[in-house]
């Protein structure tokens, strides 16, 4: 069962999201995640499972084909990378408001503006608070490994339908570009149109006589109906938070101190624990995989055990407030950071464990 | 109080000559009365009714004064961002090759915020129909310029008249549209005499009949007036499109069957 392959991350989306049994790809080229459109134009999808796979005009064309799609009850995706994420904010907005299921990949680049094409975590806040406009969430998930890339593509694509919500895979230009091992699970086919047209009754695939007709909307001129939407919204989000948390922990057993970080972040704290462990520094690692929503008990449960957190993130500080949120102030939370497309040394976390948390 | 004008004794069958159509719903419109907006939409309905594929059709409404066009469409439709409609069209037909799929923009969703998206799906030859309704204003927003405002024309944002040196041209983008080779069928109608009403009814329906061979875009103008935006009574905003907006943007084919058509100097007037 399964294929074991030795691909990049950017791949490995491509080829997951074929066996996912996904219906239409709809990008634009941005550095550093254009392999994913390359990965399905050169496999031609369109005669291995009959998945259309186009290039748009602009991001701002793509995320809105995604929006056609997604409303006609059909499994989409689109990838990109920051500049190309923040020109979609508005579909996605619009995608939250008429609750369409859809896939959205950010292999993010540093900001801000045209930045750099290094790796990079600053669009946490843009994905995890609502980067376009209203009252909405997404769910995020952060893969830290090509597998998860593959895994988390299907994993995505089931969460987008279980709560007509875009999903937004929230990756890097590193994890994007490494090649690692990839356990591909089985392919899945395709739905057929007549499984789409019952499986998502709500969807636009043409009216029979036999009931109203769809209307796929995030409009409501009458506040009171606006604000019934926004209840059912913030009910769904409330649902998430229940039943979709996902994190790991490595080594918190006896852990007096804990590195918090995600994706690649978290791959680095990996070899930082055991460093600082080398060094009789007794310290676990806290991966949370959702980061909306975001696993607050679990990390504030911790809170209570360990002496002091080091947040970890490519950025300046984004999930530290999450963290800090988490935990209260009972204890030192610091966070540490590389950013513009430098990642950080296992060595640089350990010694700002040290002089931040443990010293400090 | 005075009794409602209604005769029922002369509710018979055989004295109805003409009724709603039932693809389209039972409500109020939200236009102005005057407005042109009313009148394709039932144009367009009744072709569908007599082409019989409203379980076959799926539609797309835009941000403007037809926002709320899916409330009175009676077949699935789904209501875009400003100008994005025809993105959403293409997605929609990608995904399901065998619908008929239309767009209905006004000027500002087609031709300023979505310029883009029109011209490459358009280019792309993508297999669906635009219905576009053109009347040199934004009504929604209270009457401001118009990428299709004429030169010198009044709005709330061009208070003097339109200025093109400062405020740019008006864009026939109809005319642009038309020489891509993804495009196979261009025309540019109106609805304010019952002969024009016909003609474009016509050109709806040979649009969705060349959708169903898939031959390309399908793209019908309808210069309309804007009465309310115009600041005038329906009469005078349809005699002014007459002077004014049928000089500057001639009614006629443009391309029929992926070939343009020659330019006539004569202008049509009825």
Redesign the interface.
């Known amino acids: 069962m399964g294929e074991l392959r030795l691909m990049k991350g950017n791949e490995a989306v491509a080829e997951a999201a074929i066996r996912a049994g996904c219906d239409g790809y709809f990008g634009y080229p941005i550095t550093p995640q254009s392999e994913v459109m390359e990965y399905l134009m050169a496999e031609k999808p369109h005669e291995r499972t009959g998945m259309v796979v186009l290039q748009a005009e602009s991001e701002v064309a793509s995320i809105n084909m995604l929006y056609g799609g997604a409303g006609t009850g059909k499994m989409v995706m689109t990838s990109s990378s920051s500049p190309g994420i923040s020109l979609m904010q508005e579909g996605i907005s619009y995608m939250a408001g008429a609750e369409l299921p859809a896939l959205v990949v950010n292999i993010v680049r540093g900001g801000p503006g045209l930045g750099t094409i290094q790796p990079s975590q600053a669009d946490y806040f843009q994905a995890v608070k609502g980067g376009g406009h209203g009252d909405y969430k997404m769910i995020v998930l952060a893969p830290a490994s090509v597998q998860e890339m593959c895994d988390h593509t299907k994993l995505g694509f089931e969460l987008a339908f279980k709560y007509r919500n875009p999903v937004m895979i929230l990756s890097d230009g590193a994890i994007g570009q490494m090649m690692e091992k990839v356990m591909l699970f089985d392919p899945i086919p395709r739905r057929s149109d007549e499984e789409v047209i019952k499986q998502n009754p709500w969807a636009a695939t043409g009216k029979p006589a036999n009931r109203e007709h769809i209307i796929i909307t995030s409009l409501d001129l009458d506040p009171a109906g606006q604000e019934k939407v926004n209840l059912k919204l913030q009910a769904k989000y409330r649902k998430m938070e229940e039943n979709e948390v996902r994190y790991e922990t490595l080594g918190c057993e006896d852990a007096e101190y804990l590195l918090v970080a995600f994706g690649l972040s978290a791959r680095i704290c990996q070899k930082s624990m055991d460093l600082a462990r080398a060094k009789g520094i007794k310290v676990g690692l806290f991966r949370p995989i959702t980061l909306f929503p975001f696993p607050s008990r679990s990390i504030n449960e911790l809170g209570r055990k360990v002496k002091g957190m080091l947040v970890v993130e490519m950025n300046a500080g984004q999930m530290i407030e999450d963290v800090r949120l988490s935990v209260g102030c009972n204890i030192k939370i610091e966070h540490f950071g590389r950013f513009g497309g430098i990642i950080p040394t296992p060595d640089e976390v350990v010694k700002a464990l040290e002089t931040q948390i443990i010293g400090g | 109080m005075e009794e409602p004008f209604v005769k029922t004794e002369i509710r018979k069958d055989e004295n109805i000559v003409y009724k709603r159509t039932c693809f389209l719903?039972d409500r109020p419109l939200s236009y102005c009365p005057g407005c042109g907006h009313g009148v394709v939409h039932r144009m367009l309905m009744e072709t569908l009714e007599e082409m019989n594929i409203?379980?076959?059709?799926?539609g797309?409404s835009p941000v403007g004064c037809s926002?709320l066009a899916?409330?009175f469409?009676?077949?699935?439709?789904?209501?875009?961002?400003h100008g994005?409609a025809p993105?959403?069209?293409?997605?929609?037909k990608?995904?399901?090759p065998d619908?008929f799929v239309f767009t209905y923009q006004g000027d500002g969703d087609l031709a300023a915020i979505g310029t883009?998206?029109t011209i490459?799906a358009c280019n792309r030859g993508e297999n669906f129909t635009i219905i576009f309704i053109n009347n040199g204003i934004y009504g929604m927003t209270g009457g401001q310029m118009a990428p299709t405002t004429l030169p010198g024309m009044r709005s709330s944002t061009s208070p003097y008249g339109r200025d093109v040196l400062t405020m740019g041209y008006p864009l026939k983008i109809t005319e642009l549209i038309a020489h891509l080779p993804g495009v196979n069928y261009v025309t540019r109608q109106a609805v304010h005499t019952p002969s024009h009403v016909r003609k474009t009814k016509k050109a709806i329906r040979k649009a969705f009949e060349i959708q169903k061979e898939k031959k390309g875009i399908t793209f019908i103008e309808v210069v309309s007036n804007c009465n309310s935006g115009w600041k005038m009574t329906p009469v005078q905003s349809n005699k002014w499109m007459e002077e004014n907006m049928f000089p500057f943007y001639p009614l006629g084919d443009i391309k029929v069957d992926g070939k343009l058509v020659e330019k006539k100097e004569t202008v049509e007037k009825e």
Do not use: C, F, P, S
Not at chain 2, 54 to 58: C, E, F, M, P
Not at chain 2, 87 to 92: F, G
């Open positions: 719903v409203q379980q076959q059709t799926i797309v926002v899916y409330d469409m009676n077949v699935d439709m789904l209501g875009a961002a994005r993105a959403l069209a293409t997605a929609i990608r995904m399901w619908k883009a998206e490459h």
